[in-house]
């Protein structure tokens, strides 16, 4: 029997849609397997970001090819250098960009003539990968932001809301699964309903997803600093399942790099953004993305990032350095900076966001903190709270329990110890 196994790479939005090729493969009559040895053929979903995740994708492909299997590479690389990887690695066998998606059926007809089928992706069929109780859930896709340092726009085109009646009926097939924990996504998560003119927004989208009582939680992730309005504020305030839990990318403070960036709003816009979330969502968790190194950026801009850093104490704080990347404005910018440079930056700002969090972190301790146990390690278990995603970029909440837990389960927890970015507690309440 024909067995296939997938790699998936990048983003949980790539997640999102190596789980539909998954459903459409198990359609086609292949089975599925976790073990990439064992499939004979070998389906591998790229991301194409920046230059880190492009080598990632490439080494993958170079470690998968001349094995005796079929090879069937996806996703963001391709379709954004589809030419470029068939004169290199001709080696694959098949290359799927993401607009052939909707003819995935007929494009593997080219290497497995047993397939009479003409159909595309299709989310009713998706098979999840990311535990029993826990959905990622798709809202749109594309970006129109155009900010100067990024490639999306090139590879996923100009942002498109899914319908707001599809993005529901696929809730609500989630939840028919069992799922408890709904993660909200796109690129752009703010910017749903902009295109449909008739004032659905995100507000709107989560008051519909707030009435299926199956989910206990539903998380936002991805916000767009400018288009987080009042009223999502005070929704997420007044509605427990919605996780106070605020994703900010804001990539900088200074206002001259944002505007270089083509970022809108300036640092003060973000300090009374942050002011006002702390101030009207008191138990709010604020994760934010940095980039270092952009072209013009000084070390006088770093130290007034950090700066703004412990004046916001942000939850949890991710920070990578700027990849120049080919057809962006900023790869032509003057004032380019050094690799070195950028390490040393990234490493200064690491640091101090290690004491910021440290310091959050204690300030858990007696706290009672509500959540699913998503996993059992060792003679412990882990809970997702309002404190943490499920994407492995904020830290742990280690459990103990003096009796056995079953996974999906909701209990609360009293936190009783911190450390730099994980929190420790004891069940309280099961």
């Given at each position: 029997?024909?067995?296939?196994?997938?790699?998936?790479?990048?983003?949980?939005?790539?997640?999102?849609?190596?789980?539909?090729?998954?459903?459409?493969?198990?359609?086609?009559?292949?089975?599925?397997?976790?073990?990439?040895?064992?499939?004979?053929?070998?389906?591998?979903?790229?991301?194409?970001?920046?230059?880190?995740?492009?080598?990632?994708?490439?080494?993958?492909?170079?470690?998968?090819?001349?094995?005796?299997?079929?090879?069937?590479?996806?996703?963001?690389?391709?379709?954004?250098?589809?030419?470029?990887?068939?004169?290199?690695?001709?080696?694959?066998?098949?290359?799927?960009?993401?607009?052939?998606?909707?003819?995935?059926?007929?494009?593997?007809?080219?290497?497995?003539?047993?397939?009479?089928?003409?159909?595309?992706?299709?989310?009713?069929?998706?098979?999840?990968?990311?535990?029993?109780?826990?959905?990622?859930?798709?809202?749109?896709?594309?970006?129109?932001?155009?900010?100067?340092?990024?490639?999306?726009?090139?590879?996923?085109?100009?942002?498109?809301?899914?319908?707001?009646?599809?993005?529901?009926e696929e809730a609500k097939s989630l939840a028919k699964l069992g799922i408890k924990e709904l993660v909200v996504l796109e690129q752009d998560t703010t910017k749903y309903g902009i295109d449909f003119r008739n004032g659905t927004n995100i507000v709107t989208l989560l008051k519909e997803l707030l009435k299926i009582k199956e989910f206990d939680y539903i998380r936002l992730l991805y916000l767009y600093p400018d288009e987080i309005s009042d009223e999502l504020i005070d929704l997420i305030a007044s509605e427990p399942r919605l996780t106070s839990y605020f994703d900010i990318p804001i990539q900088h403070s200074e206002t001259h790099i944002l505007k270089d960036m083509n970022r809108r709003g300036t640092k003060e816009d973000l300090r009374v953004l942050f002011s006002k979330i702390r101030n009207r969502v008191p138990h709010s968790i604020i994760r934010t993305t940095i980039m270092v190194g952009f072209p013009g950026e000084t070390s006088e801009d770093v130290d007034n990032l950090i700066e703004f850093m412990k004046e916001v104490r942000f939850d949890h704080l991710g920070v990578f350095t700027y990849s120049p990347e080919e057809d962006t404005p900023s790869i032509n910018y003057p004032h380019q900076v050094k690799d070195e440079e950028k390490e040393e930056r990234k490493a200064r700002v690491m640091k101090a966001q290690q004491a910021i969090s440290y310091k959050n972190n204690k300030a858990h301790i007696g706290e009672i903190m509500e959540g699913m146990i998503f996993v059992k390690e060792h003679n412990h278990y882990l809970l997702r709270s309002y404190f943490n995603a499920p994407d492995n970029i904020d830290g742990k909440i280690i459990v103990n329990s003096s009796k056995p837990l079953e996974i999906g389960s909701i209990v609360k927890v009293k936190i009783t110890d911190a450390f730099v970015y994980d929190l420790m507690g004891e069940v309280v309440e099961y």
């Open positions: 029997m024909k067995k296939a196994g997938i790699i998936s790479l990048g983003c949980p939005k790539n997640r999102v849609d190596s789980e539909n090729i998954l459903g459409i493969i198990k359609r086609l009559g292949y089975s599925l397997t976790n073990d990439i040895n064992e499939a004979n053929y070998v389906f591998i979903n790229t991301c194409g970001f920046i230059t880190d995740a492009k080598k990632e994708s490439i080494d993958t492909i170079l470690e998968n090819i001349n094995q005796d299997k079929k090879i069937i590479v996806t996703g963001c690389l391709v379709q954004r250098y589809l030419d470029d990887l068939k004169r290199e690695i001709p080696e694959v066998d098949l290359w799927i960009p993401i607009s052939d998606y909707p003819i995935f059926a007929k494009r593997m007809k080219e290497i497995d003539d047993s397939i009479t089928d003409k159909y595309g992706i299709d989310y009713h069929y998706r098979i999840l990968s990311s535990g029993k109780y826990t959905a990622y859930l798709r809202i749109g896709e594309g970006c129109s932001n155009h900010c100067s340092y990024c490639a999306i726009p090139l590879i996923r085109g100009e942002y498109v809301s899914r319908t707001l009646d599809e993005t529901i």
